[in-house]
Each structure stands twice: as structure tokens, then as C-alpha cells.
């Protein structure tokens, strides 16, 4: 995989998937490996939405969005 396939799969950071998934933010997802490269599926319940990943600690979202923290995921988060 190329920089820019990876995906936060467990809380160790970073996994590279092939093929990667096509969902665009916004779209419904079960799983992160759905959702195109950088983006996350976050939900409570299936399904959930697929979101992009951020830093919480820099202003990364745009459109006035926020960066909310993974808990599970130390230093990662999605744009909401």
C-alpha cells in the first residue's frame, strides 16, 4: 500500500488495507475499512458515518467543523 491507504484499526496506530474502500465522508459505513483512505467510520450503532480523521491537538477540519477525540485512538479524531 501507498501513503494515504492507511486506516486506524486497532490502538496501535495505522494499518495499510488493499483494496482500499470507497465511501466518501458523509456516507454510511459498518466498518472503517469501508470509508476511503483517511476518513473513519464513527457511529454508536451500525451503521455508522464515515468521517475524516484530525488531530485534536491542531485545527485541522474545515467548514467550521471540530475535531472530536477517539478515545480508543490516543492523539487521533474525526471532523464533526
Partial sequence: CTLGQCYL???KGASC???VGT???GSACNTTAECA????CV???PPG???PLCDPAAAQCTGGASCI???AFPGHG???
Fill in 23 to 25: 465511501s466518501t465522508s
Fill in 17 to 19: 488495507l488493499c483494496p
Fill in 69 to 71: 477525540p477517539i478515545d
Fill in 37 to 40: 483512505p483517511g476518513r473513519v
Fill in 49 to 51: 458515518v464515515c468521517r
Fill in 43 to 45: 457511529g454508536s450503532q
Fill in 9 to 11: 484499526l486497532s490502538a
Fill in 78 to 80: 474525526f471532523c464533526r
